[in-house]
């Protein structure tokens, strides 16, 4: 018989999750976490256009429907993150971004919805970027800053799985930023 000690990770019974695929959510979620236009601050290069469209009704930007497990090593956390369309200026609507704090822990995003890009950085400066949509699963690795851009005309929905002691670090990479922005010149989707 495998004998096993339960002290570094928490011992839960396991259990179902209801997600509704089309509707972009988890009806039962415990964390629905909420940013609106004035959570963005600081994050766009148009900081006019972002003022502009707070006075404007401060439109909703993007939720995160999380039922949480233990934040602990050996569980996976996992969510739907659902960014709307827009623009600021000319940037795409984009999440704020973060390193895990935990920065050796990787995660996985499934496109369900829409279409956009993954945008990563690492602390020495290297950029990378990854087309989302439905069926394309991107993996963001260790080490990797990511932030989801929505360049369609619909939600950009995705599943994202990660390890429970991850946490969040958005401090470090907003005040380096990500090297490059995703903007719509002259009807194209251009990186710079
Ligand atoms: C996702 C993100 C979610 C929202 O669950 O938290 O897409 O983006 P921000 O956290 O950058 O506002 C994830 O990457 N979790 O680790
Ligand atoms: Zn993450």
């Not at 004035?38 to 290069?45: E, I, K, L, T, V």
């Given at each position: 018989m495998l004998n096993y000690v339960v002290d570094r990770t928490s011992f839960l019974e396991p259990f179902v999750v209801d997600v509704d695929v089309d509707a972009a959510t988890m009806p039962k979620a415990t964390n629905h976490l909420v940013r609106r236009a004035?959570?963005?601050?600081?994050?766009?290069?148009d900081a006019a256009a972002l003022d502009e469209l707070i006075r404007n009704g401060d439109p909703l930007h993007y939720e995160v429907f999380e039922t949480p497990v233990p934040e602990e090593y050996g569980h996976l956390m996992y969510c739907i993150s659902k960014l709307q369309p827009g623009r600021v200026g000319n940037e795409f609507f984009m999440t704020k971004g973060h390193y895990h704090t935990v920065l050796e822990t990787a995660e996985t995003y499934l496109g369900l919805q829409g279409t956009g890009f993954m945008v990563m950085k690492t602390p020495d400066g290297t950029f990378n970027a990854q087309p989302i949509s439905r069926g394309k699963m991107v993996y963001v690795p260790p080490y990797w800053a990511h932030r989801s851009v929505n360049t369609g005309d619909e939600p950009l929905v995705s599943w994202c799985v990660y390890p429970g002691e991850a946490g969040h670090n958005y401090g470090d990479i907003e005040d380096e930023g990500f090297p490059k922005r995703v903007l719509l010149e002259n009807g194209q989707i251009v990186m710079r």
């Open positions: 004035s959570a963005m601050r600081g994050h766009y290069a």
